[in-house]
């Protein structure tokens, strides 16, 4: 009957082991975690996450390029025929749809605020180029149009609309 | 092949020794005695000379190491000052940055050589993926110590290839922000590059160790892929092939020291003595040259494939490309191993190393007009060549009769 009941089935031996095992793989894993944690953007990193810029100093028709958390930051003052380019785009045109309006704050149309990395491998397109008269990134030859939407070329998305509000007028937060 | 074994300790202080760590008998068996084909050729070499590439590789980098300063502000200026002020550092520096290249023509030549000779075949494939394990290592360490000079190709080399991490779906943007320890390439990612790249070198001379006690199981692949049939077949490793080796590494070094002493920044690019900025990309980034394959291979995806986009696809194929070689000894089924006696398998072979070379060619060149459709032919073949062209030989194709072992083609030759 012994020998039967050690064959058979589990014992209290084998919770024990399993149990022994389990608390070793948690206090293992609580271990290795900061570990590997520590790789992740520190305090200082983080501490730069939000930031104020006037865009009012920005003639039309011109850019400006700002930091925000160690990314480039696009600020366009887009002109009026930019911003009706833009608008008269049917949306099944686009590989990334999304309409001009769900780019920019509502009654600040003019301002285009856009983190500046090609969202294919990250280098900065160049402004005021391309087919479609926005931007053109060098490196793979990705073209966005003026609301930096993608057009043609291997990035898969529209240049990425960072967090930000118009904190007045012409003051901006992004972040 | 240790079955026999043929050290005898020589006087009571080596029998002592033995008893307790027998290093002297291993060194006897592995380095001096062991039974190695006759029959091999200059291709052979190249083993030997990628050990000596790592030595140069440690012994030139702890040096710079002590030197050079791991910070955005300094890090650029740190390297001229390595090159203008360090006594000898023009010179240790130059020997650190060719030797990254000389490592890659050698590591590419070793393994081309495996391709022909079949050398992945059984029973060698653990042999094999150790190979190309430590190439996958020695990819990321050069990778990540063309961060180090922080000049312009360094901070957007980092920024492009760390971009494929973002391809990744869902956690891909958490991981490249784990990877970089910021939003973007900075300070954070530069240090523990830094760190990473003073430890892969140990980590892959630890693999080769594994890799050549791997070797040293059923011993040495031959040009005529017949294995060792009796004593008569092999030469001891030492005087013969340490010989051999070390006037292969004394050819090696007169290129090499071509590059350092005339032509120390014929292998870099201009752009990366600009110190890195943020703000301006280069208007043309390259990898460094032998990355360049898997780079065209990366950039030819330049479409969708069903719900995978055209990043996430550059990047699986440039994955696969590195996985063909992985599972390589099992999609060549050929008993045959030697390129010499497979005459359909010598003119795709050919045709894959030509192929290869273009594939580094094209990713020099701007991603445009003609380049890219090459580019997707050049990276069609890459993949028609591992899973389809090699199982497919493997059956239609009818060998040339091999010679019955080794002496029986060394001494045909001397005959003929």
Redesign the interface.
Same mark, same amino acid.
């Given at each position: 009957m012994a020998t039967q009941a050690e064959h058979s089935s589990t014992n209290r031996r084998d919770f024990l082991y399993v149990a022994t095992g389990a608390v070793g793989a948690v206090g293992a894993a609580a271990v290795v975690w900061p570990l590997?944690n520590q790789? /992740?953007?520190?305090a200082s %990193?983080l501490a730069l996450a939000s930031i104020e810029f006037d865009v009012g100093a920005i003639p039309e028709g011109q850019s400006v390029?700002i %930091?925000w958390?160690?990314?480039?930051v696009f600020v366009r003052h887009r002109t009026a025929a930019e911003i009706e380019e833009a608008r008269a785009v049917p949306l099944a045109d686009l590989k990334d749809p999304q309409t001009d309006e769900e780019r920019v704050k509502e009654g600040h149309e003019q301002w285009l605020v856009m983190i500046a /990395?090609c969202? $294919?491998?990250? !280098?900065?397109p160049v402004g005021e180029s391309g087919d479609f008269d926005g931007w053109f990134c060098? !490196? $793979?030859?990705s073209h966005y149009d003026s609301a930096g939407r993608i057009r043609r070329?291997?990035?898969?998305a529209n240049l990425v609309v960072p967090p930000y509000e118009f904190v007045s007028d012409t003051l901006i937060q992004i972040g | 092949m240790s079955e026999h074994s043929t050290y005898t300790p020589g006087n009571s202080v080596e029998k002592w020794l033995d008893d307790r760590l027998p290093v002297v008998r291993f060194a006897k068996e592995h380095l001096m005695d062991f039974p190695t084909p006759k029959n091999l050729n200059y291709w052979w070499t190249f083993g030997a000379i990628l050990v000596m590439c790592l030595g140069i590789q440690i012994v030139t980098g702890i040096i710079l190491a002590m030197h050079y300063t791991p910070n955005v502000a300094m890090a650029f200026d740190s390297v001229e000052h390595i090159r203008r002020d360090v006594n000898g550092g023009r010179i240790i520096q130059a020997v650190h940055a060719v030797g990254a290249s000389m490592f890659f023509v050698a590591l590419y030549i070793h393994m081309f050589r495996g391709l022909y000779y079949g050398s992945y075949k059984a029973p060698r494939e653990i042999i094999w993926i150790l190979g190309v394990l430590i190439f996958i290592l020695t990819v990321a360490t050069a990778f990540m110590g063309y961060i180090l000079p922080w000049g312009q190709m360094s901070f957007?080399g980092a &920024?492009?290839? +760390?971009?494929?991490f973002s391809a990744i779906p869902v956690v891909g943007e958490n991981i490249k *922000? @784990?990877?970089l320890?910021?939003?973007?390439?900075?300070n954070?990612t530069l240090n523990?590059f830094f760190s990473l790249h003073y430890l892969l070198p140990f980590v892959i001379a630890a693999i080769v160790g594994l890799h050549i006690w791997a070797l040293h199981v059923p011993g040495n692949n031959n040009p005529i892929g017949v294995e060792v049939k009796e004593s008569r077949d092999t030469v001891a490793f030492h005087p013969y092939y340490t010989m051999k080796d070390l006037f292969a590494m004394v050819v090696f070094m007169i290129p090499f020291a071509w590059f350092v002493f005339f032509a120390p920044d014929i292998l870099g690019h201009p752009d990366n003595y600009i110190m890195a900025n +943020? *703000?301006? &990309?280069p208007?043309?980034?390259v990898p460094e040259w032998y990355l360049l394959p898997f780079y065209t291979i990366l950039?030819a995806i330049?479409f969708n494939v069903l719900f995978i986009? +055209?990043? @996430?696809g550059?990047v699986i194929a440039m994955g696969g490309a590195l996985v063909m070689l992985l599972i390589l000894p099992w999609l060549d089924t050929s008993k045959v191993r030697s390129g010499t006696f497979r005459p359909m398998f010598k003119w795709f072979y050919w045709l894959f190393a030509i192929n290869f070379v273009a594939l580094t060619y094209l990713g020099a060149q701007?991603?445009?007009g003609i380049y890219t459709v090459l580019a997707k032919v050049c990276t069609a073949y890459y993949f028609i060549y591992f899973l389809v062209v090699l199982p497919v030989l493997s059956r239609i194709e009818t060998p040339k009769p091999l010679p019955t072992s080794i002496s029986e083609s060394v001494l045909g030759k001397a005959h003929a």
């Open positions: 590997i790789l /992740n953007p520190d %990193t390029t %930091t958390r160690g990314l480039p /990395n969202t $294919h491998l990250g !280098c900065i060098p !490196c $793979h030859g070329g291997p990035a898969p | 957007w &920024t492009v290839i +760390s971009n494929i *922000q @784990l990877v320890g910021g939003f973007a390439v900075g954070p523990r +943020s *703000q301006v &990309t208007a043309h980034i950039r330049d986009d +055209s990043k @996430l550059g701007p991603a445009e």
